[in-house]
Protein backbone atom coordinates (compact mmCIF):
# COMPACT_ATOMS: atom_id res chain seq x y z
CA UNK A 1 0.00 0.00 0.00
CA UNK A 2 1.13 3.06 -1.06
CA UNK A 3 2.94 4.79 2.42
CA UNK A 4 3.26 8.33 1.02
CA UNK A 5 3.43 10.35 -2.43
CA UNK A 6 6.34 13.16 -3.24
CA UNK A 7 7.26 14.35 -6.37
CA UNK A 8 9.49 12.57 -8.58
CA UNK A 9 11.94 14.11 -10.97
CA UNK A 10 9.95 13.84 -13.97
CA UNK A 11 12.44 11.70 -16.54
CA UNK A 12 14.09 12.88 -19.70
CA UNK A 13 16.22 10.93 -21.94
CA UNK A 14 20.27 11.06 -21.17
CA UNK A 15 22.39 13.23 -22.86
CA UNK A 16 24.40 11.38 -25.55
CA UNK A 17 28.29 12.26 -25.63
CA UNK A 18 30.12 12.39 -28.80
CA UNK A 19 33.46 11.31 -27.96
CA UNK A 20 35.30 13.80 -30.22
CA UNK A 21 38.83 14.41 -30.02
CA UNK A 22 39.95 16.66 -27.88
CA UNK A 23 36.73 16.46 -25.56
CA UNK A 24 36.85 15.63 -21.71
CA UNK A 25 34.91 12.21 -22.27
CA UNK A 26 37.05 11.02 -24.72
CA UNK A 27 40.42 11.62 -22.25
CA UNK A 28 38.53 10.23 -19.43
CA UNK A 29 36.94 7.24 -21.59
CA UNK A 30 40.97 6.65 -23.03
CA UNK A 31 41.96 6.34 -19.74
CA UNK A 32 39.31 4.30 -18.29
CA UNK A 33 40.02 1.60 -21.11
CA UNK A 34 43.79 1.33 -20.09
CA UNK A 35 42.88 1.14 -16.69
CA UNK A 36 40.88 -1.73 -17.57
CA UNK A 37 44.22 -3.48 -19.98
CA UNK A 38 46.26 -2.73 -17.43
CA UNK A 39 44.98 -5.14 -14.39
CA UNK A 40 43.49 -8.88 -14.00
CA UNK A 41 40.33 -8.40 -11.80
CA UNK A 42 39.01 -11.41 -9.93
CA UNK A 43 34.96 -11.37 -9.94
CA UNK A 44 33.30 -12.89 -7.11
CA UNK A 45 29.76 -13.48 -6.99
CA UNK A 46 27.14 -11.63 -4.73
CA UNK A 47 25.25 -13.56 -2.76
CA UNK A 48 23.36 -11.86 -0.03
CA UNK A 49 25.76 -9.96 2.01
CA UNK A 50 28.87 -12.14 0.93
CA UNK A 51 31.50 -11.90 -1.37
CA UNK A 52 31.85 -15.11 -2.54
CA UNK A 53 35.08 -16.53 -4.21
CA UNK A 54 35.21 -20.31 -5.69
CA UNK A 55 38.44 -22.42 -6.74
CA UNK A 56 37.22 -23.26 -10.05
CA UNK A 57 37.69 -20.33 -12.42
CA UNK A 58 36.43 -18.60 -15.94
CA UNK A 59 38.62 -16.34 -17.85
CA UNK A 60 37.41 -12.84 -19.21
CA UNK A 61 38.90 -11.83 -22.54
CA UNK A 62 37.51 -9.36 -25.06
CA UNK A 63 36.20 -10.29 -28.56
CA UNK A 64 38.84 -8.64 -30.19
CA UNK A 65 41.92 -9.68 -28.08
CA UNK A 66 41.50 -13.01 -27.25
CA UNK A 67 44.79 -13.67 -25.78
CA UNK A 68 44.14 -10.64 -23.31
CA UNK A 69 42.64 -11.81 -20.15
CA UNK A 70 41.33 -8.98 -18.00
CA UNK A 71 39.70 -11.04 -15.30
CA UNK A 72 38.52 -14.13 -13.90
CA UNK A 73 35.41 -15.00 -12.18
CA UNK A 74 34.36 -17.53 -10.17
CA UNK A 75 32.05 -20.39 -11.43
CA UNK A 76 28.85 -21.45 -8.87
CA UNK A 77 27.30 -24.17 -9.19
CA UNK A 78 23.37 -25.80 -7.48
CA UNK A 79 25.06 -24.56 -4.10
CA UNK A 80 25.21 -21.40 -4.90
CA UNK A 81 21.98 -21.09 -6.93
CA UNK A 82 20.32 -22.37 -3.45
CA UNK A 83 22.10 -19.79 -1.11
CA UNK A 84 21.39 -16.96 -3.84
CA UNK A 85 17.27 -18.27 -3.59
CA UNK A 86 17.84 -18.49 0.62
CA UNK A 87 19.16 -14.96 0.54
CA UNK A 88 17.03 -13.41 -1.67
CA UNK A 89 13.97 -15.04 -0.13
CA UNK A 90 15.50 -13.79 3.36
CA UNK A 91 15.69 -10.00 2.42
CA UNK A 92 12.02 -10.10 1.23
CA UNK A 93 9.70 -9.18 4.13
CA UNK A 94 12.14 -5.80 4.72
CA UNK A 95 12.55 -5.11 1.19
CA UNK A 96 8.81 -4.95 -0.18
CA UNK A 97 7.73 -3.43 3.20
CA UNK A 98 10.30 -0.22 2.72
CA UNK A 99 8.24 2.72 1.29
CA UNK A 100 8.05 3.11 -2.55
CA UNK A 101 10.18 6.31 -2.44
CA UNK A 102 13.34 4.73 -0.84
CA UNK A 103 13.16 1.91 -2.98
CA UNK A 104 13.03 4.73 -5.70
CA UNK A 105 15.45 6.77 -4.24
CA UNK A 106 18.11 4.01 -4.54
CA UNK A 107 17.38 3.32 -8.09
CA UNK A 108 17.39 7.49 -8.58
CA UNK A 109 20.85 7.23 -6.71
CA UNK A 110 22.39 4.44 -9.30
CA UNK A 111 21.23 6.72 -12.61
CA UNK A 112 22.90 9.50 -11.60
CA UNK A 113 26.23 7.38 -10.32
CA UNK A 114 26.14 5.91 -14.16
CA UNK A 115 25.63 9.25 -15.45
CA UNK A 116 28.51 10.64 -13.30
CA UNK A 117 31.19 8.82 -11.92
CA UNK A 118 30.75 5.34 -13.12
CA UNK A 119 30.08 6.66 -16.32
CA UNK A 120 33.44 5.74 -18.37
CA UNK A 121 34.23 2.38 -16.16
CA UNK A 122 30.92 1.03 -17.17
CA UNK A 123 31.43 1.93 -20.56
CA UNK A 124 35.02 1.09 -21.07
CA UNK A 125 34.12 -2.85 -19.14
CA UNK A 126 30.85 -2.85 -22.07
CA UNK A 127 33.65 -1.90 -24.79
CA UNK A 128 36.47 -4.21 -23.42
CA UNK A 129 33.99 -7.15 -22.43
CA UNK A 130 31.53 -7.03 -25.47
CA UNK A 131 33.65 -5.63 -28.08
CA UNK A 132 31.60 -1.99 -28.46
CA UNK A 133 32.92 0.90 -29.58
CA UNK A 134 32.50 3.96 -27.88
CA UNK A 135 29.45 4.91 -29.34
CA UNK A 136 27.49 1.80 -29.11
CA UNK A 137 28.83 1.47 -25.34
CA UNK A 138 27.62 4.86 -24.56
CA UNK A 139 24.22 4.43 -26.24
CA UNK A 140 24.02 1.43 -24.07
CA UNK A 141 25.64 0.72 -21.23
CA UNK A 142 25.19 4.77 -20.24
CA UNK A 143 22.18 6.22 -21.61
CA UNK A 144 19.90 3.42 -21.89
CA UNK A 145 20.31 1.86 -18.31
CA UNK A 146 20.31 5.46 -17.25
CA UNK A 147 16.49 5.88 -18.97
CA UNK A 148 15.53 2.88 -17.91
CA UNK A 149 16.00 3.50 -13.81
CA UNK A 150 14.65 7.03 -14.15
CA UNK A 151 11.51 6.05 -16.70
CA UNK A 152 10.95 3.33 -14.58
CA UNK A 153 10.56 4.95 -11.34
CA UNK A 154 8.14 7.17 -12.70
CA UNK A 155 6.23 4.43 -14.37
CA UNK A 156 6.21 2.96 -11.21
CA UNK A 157 4.84 6.10 -9.29
CA UNK A 158 2.15 6.17 -11.76
CA UNK A 159 1.12 2.53 -10.62
CA UNK A 160 0.77 2.75 -7.14
CA UNK A 161 -1.21 6.24 -7.95
CA UNK A 162 -3.64 4.10 -10.36
CA UNK A 163 -7.09 3.83 -8.01
CA UNK A 164 -10.99 3.19 -8.05
CA UNK A 165 -12.23 6.16 -9.25
CA UNK A 166 -15.54 5.79 -7.02
CA UNK A 167 -16.59 4.87 -3.94
CA UNK A 168 -20.53 5.08 -3.38
CA UNK A 169 -20.91 6.56 0.22
CA UNK A 170 -20.43 4.33 3.19
CA UNK A 171 -17.45 2.82 1.85
CA UNK A 172 -13.93 3.29 0.13
CA UNK A 173 -12.29 1.25 -2.55
CA UNK A 174 -8.49 1.20 -3.02
CA UNK A 175 -6.16 -0.92 -4.52
CA UNK A 176 -2.55 -2.05 -3.23
CA UNK A 177 -0.05 -3.17 -5.98
CA UNK A 178 1.81 -6.32 -4.11
CA UNK A 179 5.14 -7.94 -4.97
CA UNK A 180 5.53 -11.18 -6.40
CA UNK A 181 4.68 -14.01 -3.78
CA UNK A 182 8.59 -15.58 -3.74
CA UNK A 183 11.40 -14.28 -6.21
CA UNK A 184 12.14 -13.62 -9.25
CA UNK A 185 15.03 -15.05 -11.38
CA UNK A 186 16.74 -12.71 -14.59
CA UNK A 187 18.50 -14.50 -17.04
CA UNK A 188 20.14 -11.71 -19.35
CA UNK A 189 22.57 -11.48 -22.60
CA UNK A 190 25.23 -10.65 -23.31
CA UNK A 191 24.48 -7.65 -26.04
CA UNK A 192 23.31 -5.32 -23.82
CA UNK A 193 24.56 -3.64 -20.16
CA UNK A 194 21.83 -1.95 -20.18
CA UNK A 195 18.99 -4.97 -20.53
CA UNK A 196 21.47 -6.91 -17.81
CA UNK A 197 21.13 -4.20 -15.50
CA UNK A 198 16.99 -3.09 -16.43
CA UNK A 199 15.56 -7.09 -15.97
CA UNK A 200 16.92 -7.62 -11.97
CA UNK A 201 16.51 -3.70 -11.43
CA UNK A 202 12.66 -3.19 -12.76
CA UNK A 203 12.02 -6.15 -10.96
CA UNK A 204 13.61 -5.18 -7.77
CA UNK A 205 11.86 -1.73 -8.14
CA UNK A 206 8.47 -3.04 -7.36
CA UNK A 207 9.40 -4.50 -4.04
CA UNK A 208 10.51 -8.41 -5.74
CA UNK A 209 13.97 -10.09 -4.92
CA UNK A 210 16.06 -11.19 -7.88
CA UNK A 211 18.60 -14.06 -8.75
CA UNK A 212 20.31 -13.01 -11.55
CA UNK A 213 22.44 -15.03 -13.77
CA UNK A 214 23.85 -12.56 -16.82
CA UNK A 215 25.70 -14.22 -19.65
CA UNK A 216 29.74 -15.05 -19.18
CA UNK A 217 30.20 -12.92 -21.88
CA UNK A 218 28.69 -9.82 -19.55
CA UNK A 219 30.15 -10.95 -16.21
CA UNK A 220 32.75 -8.14 -16.61
CA UNK A 221 30.28 -5.28 -16.92
CA UNK A 222 27.81 -6.88 -14.50
CA UNK A 223 30.18 -6.99 -11.99
CA UNK A 224 30.73 -2.93 -12.41
CA UNK A 225 26.53 -2.93 -12.06
CA UNK A 226 26.78 -4.64 -8.90
CA UNK A 227 29.11 -2.02 -7.63
CA UNK A 228 26.92 0.75 -8.80
CA UNK A 229 23.96 -0.90 -6.84
CA UNK A 230 25.44 -1.51 -3.91
CA UNK A 231 26.99 1.95 -3.82
CA UNK A 232 23.80 3.34 -4.33
CA UNK A 233 22.64 1.68 -1.31
CA UNK A 234 21.12 -1.66 -2.46
CA UNK A 235 20.17 -3.86 0.86
CA UNK A 236 21.97 -7.19 0.79
CA UNK A 237 20.05 -9.78 -0.73
CA UNK A 238 17.82 -7.81 -3.04
CA UNK A 239 19.48 -8.29 -6.23
CA UNK A 240 22.16 -11.80 -5.73
CA UNK A 241 24.75 -12.23 -8.75
CA UNK A 242 25.70 -16.11 -9.78
CA UNK A 243 27.48 -17.39 -12.49
CA UNK A 244 26.14 -21.03 -12.43
CA UNK A 245 25.73 -23.01 -15.63
CA UNK A 246 22.77 -22.50 -17.38
CA UNK A 247 21.03 -26.35 -16.46
CA UNK A 248 22.30 -25.97 -13.08
CA UNK A 249 20.34 -22.59 -12.49
CA UNK A 250 17.32 -23.93 -14.09
CA UNK A 251 17.71 -27.59 -12.27
CA UNK A 252 17.21 -25.85 -8.90
CA UNK A 253 15.33 -22.54 -9.52
CA UNK A 254 12.22 -24.33 -12.18
CA UNK A 255 11.52 -26.66 -9.04
CA UNK A 256 11.61 -24.00 -5.94
CA UNK A 257 8.44 -23.68 -4.70
CA UNK A 258 8.77 -19.75 -4.11
CA UNK A 259 10.03 -19.32 -7.61
CA UNK A 260 7.46 -16.67 -8.88
CA UNK A 261 8.96 -15.16 -12.25
CA UNK A 262 11.73 -14.96 -15.15
CA UNK A 263 12.58 -11.87 -16.89
CA UNK A 264 14.55 -13.11 -19.54
CA UNK A 265 16.31 -11.82 -22.78
CA UNK A 266 18.00 -14.65 -25.04
CA UNK A 267 17.41 -17.10 -28.09
CA UNK A 268 14.03 -18.31 -28.81
CA UNK A 269 15.14 -21.60 -28.56
CA UNK A 270 16.48 -21.31 -24.50
CA UNK A 271 12.96 -19.29 -23.89
CA UNK A 272 10.93 -21.89 -25.16
CA UNK A 273 12.76 -24.56 -22.94
CA UNK A 274 12.61 -22.78 -20.38
CA UNK A 275 8.70 -22.33 -20.45
CA UNK A 276 8.07 -25.78 -20.84
CA UNK A 277 9.86 -26.88 -17.80
CA UNK A 278 7.93 -24.30 -15.72
CA UNK A 279 4.84 -25.18 -17.28
CA UNK A 280 5.67 -29.22 -16.65
CA UNK A 281 6.31 -28.00 -12.98
CA UNK A 282 3.93 -25.90 -12.56
CA UNK A 283 2.75 -27.89 -9.81
CA UNK A 284 5.40 -27.30 -7.39
CA UNK A 285 4.89 -23.73 -7.19
CA UNK A 286 2.93 -21.48 -5.05
CA UNK A 287 1.91 -19.25 -7.59
CA UNK A 288 1.80 -19.48 -11.34
CA UNK A 289 5.26 -17.82 -12.04
CA UNK A 290 5.12 -14.63 -14.28
CA UNK A 291 7.00 -15.50 -17.93
CA UNK A 292 8.34 -12.49 -19.52
CA UNK A 293 10.71 -12.92 -22.52
CA UNK A 294 12.57 -10.73 -25.36
CA UNK A 295 13.57 -13.41 -27.37
CA UNK A 296 15.17 -13.69 -31.46
CA UNK A 297 14.54 -11.64 -34.26
CA UNK A 298 14.88 -11.85 -37.86
CA UNK A 299 14.31 -8.24 -38.62
CA UNK A 300 13.69 -6.54 -41.81
CA UNK A 301 13.86 -3.15 -43.67
CA UNK A 302 12.02 -3.16 -47.01
CA UNK A 303 12.80 -0.28 -49.53
CA UNK A 304 9.88 1.46 -51.76
CA UNK A 305 10.75 2.52 -55.52
CA UNK A 306 10.01 5.82 -54.14
CA UNK A 307 12.51 5.91 -50.98
CA UNK A 308 15.10 8.42 -51.08
CA UNK A 309 18.92 6.10 -52.11
CA UNK A 310 20.86 7.31 -49.92
CA UNK A 311 19.02 7.65 -46.87
CA UNK A 312 18.08 4.08 -47.56
CA UNK A 313 21.98 2.90 -47.83
CA UNK A 314 22.12 4.68 -44.57
CA UNK A 315 19.53 2.79 -42.82
CA UNK A 316 20.54 -0.35 -44.21
CA UNK A 317 24.34 -0.02 -43.24
CA UNK A 318 23.86 1.65 -39.77
CA UNK A 319 20.83 -1.57 -38.87
CA UNK A 320 22.89 -4.34 -40.21
CA UNK A 321 26.01 -3.56 -38.90
CA UNK A 322 26.39 -1.29 -36.18
CA UNK A 323 27.17 -3.40 -32.95
CA UNK A 324 28.63 -6.25 -35.55
CA UNK A 325 24.95 -7.19 -36.31
CA UNK A 326 24.32 -8.58 -32.27
CA UNK A 327 21.52 -6.65 -31.67
CA UNK A 328 17.86 -8.16 -30.82
CA UNK A 329 16.86 -5.43 -33.89
CA UNK A 330 19.61 -5.57 -36.19
CA UNK A 331 18.09 -5.64 -40.09
CA UNK A 332 19.58 -9.13 -41.46
CA UNK A 333 17.12 -8.97 -44.64
CA UNK A 334 16.25 -6.43 -46.80
CA UNK A 335 13.50 -6.13 -49.31
CA UNK A 336 14.23 -3.67 -52.07
CA UNK A 337 12.71 -2.53 -55.41
CA UNK A 338 14.28 -3.89 -58.85
CA UNK A 339 14.24 0.12 -59.80
CA UNK A 340 16.01 1.66 -56.95
CA UNK A 341 18.73 -1.03 -56.01
CA UNK A 342 21.16 0.14 -58.22
CA UNK A 343 21.40 3.56 -57.06
CA UNK A 344 21.50 1.84 -53.27
CA UNK A 345 23.66 -0.31 -54.39
CA UNK A 346 26.49 2.67 -55.39
CA UNK A 347 25.94 4.17 -51.77
CA UNK A 348 26.19 0.99 -49.71
CA UNK A 349 29.47 0.19 -51.48
CA UNK A 350 31.09 3.75 -51.19
CA UNK A 351 30.75 3.48 -47.49
CA UNK A 352 31.15 -0.24 -47.08
CA UNK A 353 34.61 0.80 -47.97
CA UNK A 354 35.25 2.98 -45.53
CA UNK A 355 34.62 0.93 -42.64
CA UNK A 356 37.51 0.24 -40.01
CA UNK A 357 37.77 -2.96 -38.45
CA UNK A 358 39.48 -3.70 -35.13
CA UNK A 359 39.46 -3.31 -31.51
CA UNK A 360 37.14 -0.95 -29.65
CA UNK A 361 40.36 1.40 -27.93
CA UNK A 362 40.96 2.65 -31.71
CA UNK A 363 38.20 4.80 -32.15
CA UNK A 364 38.40 5.27 -35.68
CA UNK A 365 37.29 1.61 -35.63
CA UNK A 366 33.63 1.53 -36.79
CA UNK A 367 33.26 -2.16 -36.48
CA UNK A 368 34.84 -4.49 -33.69
CA UNK A 369 34.33 -8.44 -32.97
CA UNK A 370 31.58 -10.60 -32.79
CA UNK A 371 31.21 -11.82 -29.02
CA UNK A 372 32.92 -15.66 -28.63
CA UNK A 373 34.53 -18.27 -31.15
CA UNK A 374 31.04 -19.58 -31.34
CA UNK A 375 29.33 -17.11 -32.54
CA UNK A 376 32.40 -16.55 -35.09
CA UNK A 377 32.39 -20.19 -36.29
CA UNK A 378 28.51 -20.33 -36.91
CA UNK A 379 28.70 -16.66 -38.95
CA UNK A 380 32.27 -18.18 -41.12
CA UNK A 381 29.74 -21.46 -41.95
CA UNK A 382 27.23 -19.51 -43.57
CA UNK A 383 29.37 -17.46 -45.46
CA UNK A 384 31.16 -20.40 -46.46
CA UNK A 385 28.02 -21.94 -47.82
CA UNK A 386 27.03 -18.96 -49.27
CA UNK A 387 30.10 -19.06 -51.56
CA UNK A 388 29.59 -22.05 -52.63
CA UNK A 389 26.05 -21.20 -53.54
CA UNK A 390 25.51 -20.41 -57.17
CA UNK A 391 22.10 -18.64 -56.48
CA UNK A 392 24.02 -16.27 -54.21
CA UNK A 393 25.88 -13.06 -54.98
CA UNK A 394 28.80 -11.65 -52.37
CA UNK A 395 28.58 -8.03 -53.09
CA UNK A 396 30.56 -6.89 -50.09
CA UNK A 397 32.91 -8.61 -47.35
CA UNK A 398 33.03 -12.59 -47.07
CA UNK A 399 36.43 -12.65 -44.84
CA UNK A 400 36.65 -13.48 -41.52
CA UNK A 401 39.86 -13.98 -39.12
CA UNK A 402 39.80 -15.37 -35.27
CA UNK A 403 43.99 -15.51 -35.35
CA UNK A 404 43.78 -12.58 -32.72
CA UNK A 405 39.74 -11.35 -32.39
CA UNK A 406 36.48 -12.81 -33.47
CA UNK A 407 36.42 -10.73 -36.83
CA UNK A 408 34.15 -10.94 -39.40
CA UNK A 409 33.90 -8.69 -42.52
CA UNK A 410 29.96 -6.66 -42.74
CA UNK A 411 29.02 -9.36 -45.38
CA UNK A 412 26.64 -8.59 -47.85
CA UNK A 413 24.65 -11.18 -49.99
CA UNK A 414 21.84 -10.60 -52.81
CA UNK A 415 19.85 -13.95 -53.38
CA UNK A 416 17.48 -15.15 -56.36
CA UNK A 417 14.95 -16.65 -53.77
CA UNK A 418 13.51 -15.15 -51.05
CA UNK A 419 13.34 -18.25 -48.63
CA UNK A 420 16.92 -18.28 -48.91
CA UNK A 421 18.56 -19.99 -45.27
CA UNK A 422 20.30 -16.25 -44.30
CA UNK A 423 16.60 -14.47 -44.96
CA UNK A 424 14.81 -16.73 -42.68
CA UNK A 425 17.57 -17.73 -39.53
CA UNK A 426 18.58 -15.46 -37.12
CA UNK A 427 22.50 -15.34 -38.01
CA UNK A 428 23.37 -12.31 -35.10
CA UNK A 429 25.95 -11.02 -36.76
CA UNK A 430 27.42 -8.83 -39.16
CA UNK A 431 26.04 -10.80 -42.25
CA UNK A 432 22.81 -8.92 -44.39
CA UNK A 433 20.63 -10.79 -47.14
CA UNK A 434 19.37 -8.65 -49.82
CA UNK A 435 16.45 -9.63 -52.20
CA UNK A 436 15.21 -7.32 -55.05
CA UNK A 437 11.76 -7.31 -56.03
CA UNK A 438 10.25 -6.58 -59.26
CA UNK A 439 7.98 -3.27 -58.24
CA UNK A 440 4.90 -4.50 -59.19
CA UNK A 441 5.62 -7.48 -56.41
CA UNK A 442 4.97 -4.48 -53.99
CA UNK A 443 2.22 -6.38 -52.36
CA UNK A 444 3.01 -9.71 -52.80
CA UNK A 445 6.55 -8.50 -51.24
CA UNK A 446 4.81 -7.52 -48.24
CA UNK A 447 3.31 -11.55 -47.80
CA UNK A 448 6.70 -12.72 -48.23
CA UNK A 449 8.11 -10.55 -45.40
CA UNK A 450 4.92 -11.38 -43.16
CA UNK A 451 5.42 -15.53 -43.46
CA UNK A 452 8.92 -16.02 -44.06
CA UNK A 453 10.21 -16.15 -40.58
CA UNK A 454 8.55 -17.20 -36.91
CA UNK A 455 9.79 -13.80 -35.23
CA UNK A 456 8.23 -10.54 -35.18
CA UNK A 457 10.42 -8.19 -33.38
CA UNK A 458 11.53 -4.84 -35.69
CA UNK A 459 10.73 -4.03 -39.17
CA UNK A 460 10.79 -0.36 -41.35
CA UNK A 461 9.73 0.58 -44.40
CA UNK A 462 11.01 3.60 -46.22
CA UNK A 463 9.43 5.12 -49.33
CA UNK A 464 8.10 8.16 -50.00
CA UNK A 465 5.18 7.43 -51.46
CA UNK A 466 2.64 7.46 -48.56
CA UNK A 467 -0.22 5.11 -50.17
CA UNK A 468 2.47 2.54 -50.47
CA UNK A 469 3.53 3.05 -46.46
CA UNK A 470 0.28 2.94 -45.29
CA UNK A 471 0.22 -0.16 -47.18
CA UNK A 472 2.93 -1.82 -45.71
CA UNK A 473 2.23 -0.61 -41.75
CA UNK A 474 -1.16 -2.16 -42.21
CA UNK A 475 -0.11 -5.72 -43.85
CA UNK A 476 2.80 -5.82 -41.18
CA UNK A 477 1.02 -5.05 -38.53
CA UNK A 478 1.92 -8.37 -37.24
CA UNK A 479 4.99 -8.62 -38.31
CA UNK A 480 6.82 -6.37 -36.24
CA UNK A 481 6.37 -4.92 -32.37
CA UNK A 482 9.05 -1.65 -33.72
CA UNK A 483 7.59 -0.74 -36.53
CA UNK A 484 10.20 2.04 -38.32
CA UNK A 485 9.10 4.29 -41.31
CA UNK A 486 11.95 6.06 -42.84
CA UNK A 487 14.30 4.95 -40.42
CA UNK A 488 16.63 1.87 -39.78
CA UNK A 489 15.15 -1.00 -37.77
CA UNK A 490 17.20 -0.29 -34.45
CA UNK A 491 17.43 2.45 -31.97
CA UNK A 492 14.50 2.23 -29.70
CA UNK A 493 14.50 4.51 -26.70
CA UNK A 494 13.02 4.25 -23.54
CA UNK A 495 10.37 6.52 -23.34
CA UNK A 496 9.88 6.95 -26.52
CA UNK A 497 10.09 3.60 -28.14
CA UNK A 498 9.24 0.82 -25.70
CA UNK A 499 10.60 -2.69 -26.99
CA UNK A 500 9.98 -6.27 -27.25
CA UNK A 501 7.95 -8.14 -30.00
CA UNK A 502 5.36 -11.46 -30.57
CA UNK A 503 5.50 -14.11 -32.30
CA UNK A 504 8.60 -16.08 -31.65
CA UNK A 505 10.43 -12.77 -30.68
CA UNK A 506 8.83 -12.82 -27.19
CA UNK A 507 6.30 -11.86 -24.78
CA UNK A 508 5.94 -8.16 -25.90
CA UNK A 509 6.09 -6.81 -22.47
CA UNK A 510 7.76 -4.32 -23.63
CA UNK A 511 10.80 -3.09 -21.51
CA UNK A 512 10.95 0.46 -21.18
CA UNK A 513 7.09 0.69 -20.17
CA UNK A 514 4.60 0.50 -17.46
CA UNK A 515 3.39 -2.48 -19.16
CA UNK A 516 6.60 -4.20 -17.68
CA UNK A 517 6.50 -3.06 -14.77
CA UNK A 518 3.24 -4.26 -13.84
CA UNK A 519 3.98 -7.60 -14.75
CA UNK A 520 6.04 -7.38 -11.80
CA UNK A 521 3.38 -6.79 -9.08
CA UNK A 522 -0.08 -8.51 -8.13
CA UNK A 523 -3.13 -6.28 -7.13
CA UNK A 524 -5.08 -6.81 -4.23
CA UNK A 525 -8.48 -4.85 -4.32
CA UNK A 526 -9.41 -3.59 -0.64
CA UNK A 527 -13.47 -2.31 0.26
CA UNK A 528 -13.73 -0.99 3.12
CA UNK A 529 -17.07 -0.53 4.36
CA UNK A 530 -17.99 2.49 7.03
CA UNK A 531 -21.17 1.90 8.26
CA UNK A 532 -22.04 -2.32 7.53
CA UNK A 533 -25.48 -3.62 7.85
CA UNK A 534 -27.25 -5.17 10.44
CA UNK A 535 -30.05 -7.04 9.07
CA UNK A 536 -29.74 -9.55 6.22
CA UNK A 537 -33.27 -8.68 4.77
CA UNK A 538 -33.66 -6.72 1.59
CA UNK A 539 -36.12 -4.39 0.71
CA UNK A 540 -37.93 -6.77 -1.51
CA UNK A 541 -38.57 -9.20 1.25
CA UNK A 542 -41.03 -6.86 2.83
CA UNK A 543 -44.97 -7.96 2.32
Same mark, same amino acid.
Given at each position: ? &? ?78 ? +? ?23 ? /? ?19 ? &? ?11 ? +? ?5 ? /? ?20 ? %? ?8 ? &? ?11 ? !? ?7 ? +? ?12 ANTQIYAANVLMEIFREAGLPDGVINLVYASGPDAGDVIF???? /?????? $???? #? ?16 ? $?????? %??? %?????? &??? %? ?11 IRGAFEYQGQKCSAASRVYISKTIWPEVKKYMLRDLATFK ?27 ? *? *? ?15 ? +???? /???? $? ?39 ? $? ?36 ? !?? =? ?6 ? #???? #? ?36 ? =??
Amino acid at each position: M &LKGFFNVPAPVNEPILGYAPGSKERELLKAALLEGRSQVIDIPMYIGSELVYTETKGKITPPHDHQHVLATYSKGNKNHV +SQAIDAALAAKADWENLAWEHRAAI /FLKAADLIAGPYRYKLNAATM &LGQSKNAYQAEID +SACELID /FLRFNVSYMTEIYKQQPPVSPR %GSWNRVEQRP &LEGFVFALTPFNF !TAIAGNLPT +SVAMMGNVVVWKPANTQIYAANVLMEIFREAGLPDGVINLVYASGPDAGDVIFSHPD /FAGIHF $TGST #GVFQDIWKTIGNNIHKFK $TYPRIV %GET %GGKDFI &LIH %GSAEPEASSTAIIRGAFEYQGQKCSAASRVYISKTIWPEVKKYMLRDLATFKMGGTEDFSNFINAVIDEKSFDNLAKYID *A *AKKDSEVEIIAGGNYDK +SKGY /FIEP $TVLVVKDPKYTTMCEELFGPVLTIFIYEDKDFEKTLDIIDS $TSIYALTGAVIAQDRYAIEKATQRLRNAAGNFYINDKC !TG =AVVGQQPF #GGAR #GSGTNDKAGSMINLLRWVSPRTVKETFDPPKDYRYPFL =AE
